[in-house]
């Protein structure tokens, strides 16, 4: 009898997981094949529940984030804060190396300041930027961030991309409710248009499954994940050279550099105590080759002799090291499709040019909207209701992360060398514009450095530059050839910035409580 019994609980638990396997193929079955990248160790043990000899693990989870970048970290420390239990899987935990994400504006560390994640850039060497400093042609302003009201330590902070993200990381590991796990996310788990969770793979190659009532997004510039929720339209205006020069100072120390050369900008800034990123732009997606030299030499050749004298031996120096790395320069307007049981975030849902540093700070800037949205919510398994209610998150970041997209994307048009008259002058009257000082500058800056982000700003001094530039040309004597380019100044600086703010969103940048979502209110059970 003893024996008949064991024998039944064998052949049911057996009969279990083959109705479990069976379940999950059919569950996968529409999900989408997406890149696979091979992971190594596990920062922390996942709380899974893995039934031995399958391919399922379970798991009990609030949320899922995919991706532990500025993004994902700050947002799985912030949720753990709140009580969720947070499961991360990220692709690779060892300390990432790269030569963009490394200028943190004030009002990203106002942010950082809100979510308690501002010891992160401490004992990081880094550094202190209190504003920026502006070259052209032979001439320089000093432009400083309006700081005045804040706290003694509120400015913008320059740092190893690697070491502040490794800070991150360990802050979100340390709270108990956290999981932070290596691993590959390969597609999203999809059941009757509803995001149920993620498939992903381990370092030995093993899938798995986890499963949970809401899937954040946020895997970076080359998500394989963003086209299951998003129609993204990714443009590579050009590419960024980077170097690293040591053992030298500013002309204006704590001050990011911006140098207005042509055919485009080259962006110097402290990143620890004894080093200097330099970032050079180089329009187009295609750069000179570094193996064979042709890099070296267009960067000696080109660039050097429009930097500052007091940079010029450091920077070739840093060429001569050979230590030069290229990354591309992506711009990608937010347009998601509200999905239920899933959420886009970071470089995986909205990308601008990097020129102007705007990144992390649109980024830690959603995950307090998004904190603020969830933390009324104690259920969210009704993922229609859910769905409809964080649709508001697509309008409520707007003010912040539209600013700073428009400004990152006009700026740079503006910035690039042109054989046109019309964009000369504009150039041109944009420097001058920054140089008068007071309003003129400090309005910029406050939009640049995520300090005041009102887009009705933006773009109030966008068109006072261009005022500004066509009146240059009319005084004191206007003639018709100067008429003319002063009209094409107008008719340029309205081609560069309505496009982006049509891309944005006119409504929602500028009419947000227009939209529905904006006042949806959270989901009651």
């Known amino acids: 009898m003893v024996d008949q019994v064991i024998l039944g609980g064998v052949i049911a638990s057996l009969l279990g997981v083959v109705l479990l396997h069976h379940i999950r193929r059919r569950k996968v079955k529409g999900a989408s094949s997406m890149g696979i990248i091979q992971g190594n160790e596990c920062l922390e043990s996942s709380q899974n529940e893995m039934l031995s000899g399958s391919e399922i693990a379970t798991t009990s989870t609030d949320i899922i984030i995919v991706g532990a970048g500025v993004a994902g970290s700050a947002l799985a420390y912030t949720l753990g804060k709140e009580g969720r239990r947070v499961r991360v899987i990220e692709r690779d935990l060892s300390e990432p190396d790269r030569i963009v994400g490394e200028l943190l504006q004030p009002g990203g560390y106002l942010k950082l300041i809100e979510l308690g994640l501002d010891d992160c850039v401490k004992q990081i060497d880094s550094q202190q930027v209190f504003g920026y400093a502006l070259y052209k042609d032979g001439k320089n302003t000093r432009l400083s961030y309006p700081l005045e009201g804040f706290r003694s330590d509120v400015s913008g902070r320059g740092f190893h991309y690697g070491r502040f993200i490794q800070k991150m990381r360990e802050k979100a590991a340390s709270l108990p409710n956290v999981s932070l796990e290596q691993g590959t996310v390969t597609s999203l788990i999809e059941e009757k248009g509803t995001i149920k969770g993620v498939t992903y793979k381990t370092n030995d190659g093993q899938e798995l499954r986890a499963n949970a009532p809401l899937t954040v997004v946020c895997d970076g510039c080359f998500s394989n994940l963003r086209r299951s929720l998003c129609n993204p339209k990714v443009d590579i205006p050009s590419c960024f050279v980077g170097l690293v020069l040591e053992n030298c100072d500013l002309p204006y120390l704590n001050h990011g550099h911006v140098i207005l050369a042509d055919p485009s900008p080259i962006?110097?800034?402290?990143?620890?105590?004894?080093?200097?990123?330099?970032?050079?732009?180089?329009?187009?997606?295609?750069?000179?080759?570094?193996?064979?030299?042709?890099?070296?030499?267009?960067?000696?050749?080109?660039?050097?002799?429009?930097?500052?004298?007091?940079?010029?031996?450091?920077?070739?120096?840093?060429?001569?090291?050979?230590?030069?790395?290229?990354?591309?320069?992506?711009?990608?307007?937010?347009?998601?499709?509200?999905?239920?049981?899933?959420?886009?975030?970071?470089?995986?849902?909205?990308?601008?040019?990097?020129?102007?540093?705007?990144?992390?700070?649109?980024?830690?800037?959603?995950?307090?909207?998004?904190?603020?949205?969830?933390?009324?919510?104690?259920?969210?398994?009704?993922?229609?209701?859910?769905?409809?209610?964080?649709?508001?998150?697509?309008?409520?970041?707007?003010?912040?992360?539209?600013?700073?997209?428009?400004?990152?994307?006009a700026l740079y048009k503006v910035f690039c060398a042109s054989p046109d008259p019309a964009r000369k002058e504009m150039r041109q009257a944009c420097f001058d514009y920054l140089s008068l000082g007071g309003v003129f500058s400090n309005g910029p800056i406050a939009l640049l450095s995520g300090l005041n982000p009102r887009p009705l700003s933006l773009v109030l001094h966008f068109f006072a530059v261009a005022i500004f530039g066509v009146g240059r040309l009319l005084l004191p004597f206007p003639s018709l050839n100067r008429v003319w380019i002063g009209a094409r100044l107008i008719s340029g600086a309205s081609g560069i910035i309505i496009p982006i703010l049509k891309a944005e969103g006119v409504r929602q940048v500028f009419f947000p409580v227009t939209v529905p979502a904006y006042h949806r209110a959270a989901p009651v059970h």
């Open 267 to 409: 962006l110097f800034y402290p990143i620890s105590s004894n080093e200097i990123r330099c970032l050079v732009d180089v329009p187009g997606q295609k750069v000179p080759s570094i193996p064979n030299g042709d890099m070296a030499q267009y960067l000696k050749s080109v660039v050097a002799p429009q930097i500052p004298p007091e940079l010029y031996t450091s920077f070739i120096s840093a060429i001569d090291k050979g230590n030069i790395r290229t990354m591309h320069n992506r711009s990608m307007p937010a347009a998601p499709y509200p999905t239920p049981g899933a959420l886009l975030m970071g470089d995986a849902f909205n990308m601008r040019h990097p020129l102007t540093g705007g990144g992390m700070t649109v980024a830690l800037s959603d995950v307090v909207v998004l904190r603020d949205l969830l933390r009324p919510l104690r259920d969210l398994h009704d993922a229609s209701a859910l769905c409809r209610y964080l649709e508001s998150f697509y309008t409520l970041r707007k003010p912040v992360a539209s600013t700073i997209n428009t400004l990152a994307g």
